[in-house]
């Protein structure tokens, strides 16, 4: 059986019932669950969409499963790592950076992180999320693990169409991230973005305020790359 003009929503590693109940921590290779699904109802010509950090993953499932036909990073995500140390202080960043380069084992990273997510409640979520998505045991370990979430070694493999969403004040993903993701998607066969701004009340990550909004910009886009 074929599928057509369906949709088909699941919970692969790291997600859900897959995280929560199997204990399956995420992968960024994305393609190995998507090609499970996809052979399942042996599902040709498709469109894939990604959420949140789905914006990340779904370009990495398209570099390599070429039954993906259209793209969207619903919003774009292009490096986990750089969104996670967005929010944390200059030096620290620095610190990180070092220590990666150097491979320490991180006790004084996971020092100053566990110190930093008492002060920021935003800082604490997402580590500690980051931590239970990934199946890592400390901050500095989800940090690294973090560095392998990154679009820039595969985006030229991706030669789908690809629409790119964006919020103009996101408070994960700097808004400066969406041209660096638009240079790396060098073979796509059509790249078109849409910036969300705050008189459209949807400028928040995932166009939180006013979802409807994103829904009519992605149905609108399918219809003229058909």
């Known amino acids: 059986m074929v599928y057509r003009d369906a949709g088909i929503y699941f919970d692969g ?22 090609k499970v699904i996809l052979d399942y109802f042996n599902a040709t010509e498709v469109t894939a969409i990604g959420m949140s950090l789905g914006g990340n993953l779904v370009l990495h499932a398209a570099a390599f499963e070429k039954r993906i036909k259209k793209v969207v990073c619903f919003d774009i995500l292009p490096s986990l790592f750089n969104c996670v140390t967005r929010q944390l202080p ?8 070092t220590d990666l380069d150097k491979n320490e084992n991180g006790t004084a990273i996971n020092a100053a992180l566990n110190d930093l997510m008492q002060q920021s409640l935003m800082v604490q979520w997402a ?37 790119l969403l964006a919020g103009q004040d996101d408070h994960y993903v700097a808004l400066d991230q969406l041209p660096l993701q638009m240079s790396t998607l060098s073979n796509a066969h059509s790249l078109t973005a ?8 949807a400028a928040n990550h995932c166009q939180l305020g006013n979802l409807g909004l994103a829904i009519s910009t992605i149905l609108n886009w399918l219809n003229q790359v058909q």
């Open 13 to 34: 590693p790291g997600q859900g019932h897959a995280l929560e109940k199997n204990k399956m921590p995420l992968t960024s290779q994305w393609e190995k669950p998507v």
């Open 90 to 97: 200059e030096s620290l960043k620095k610190q990180i950076s």
């Open 127 to 163: 580590i500690r999320q980051g931590m239970h998505v990934l199946g890592t045991k400390t901050p500095y370990d989800f940090i690294k693990q973090a560095l392998t979430y990154d679009t820039n070694e595969i985006s030229a493999l991706v030669n789908q169409d690809v629409l």
């Open 194 to 201: 849409r910036i969300f701004t705050d008189k459209e009340a």
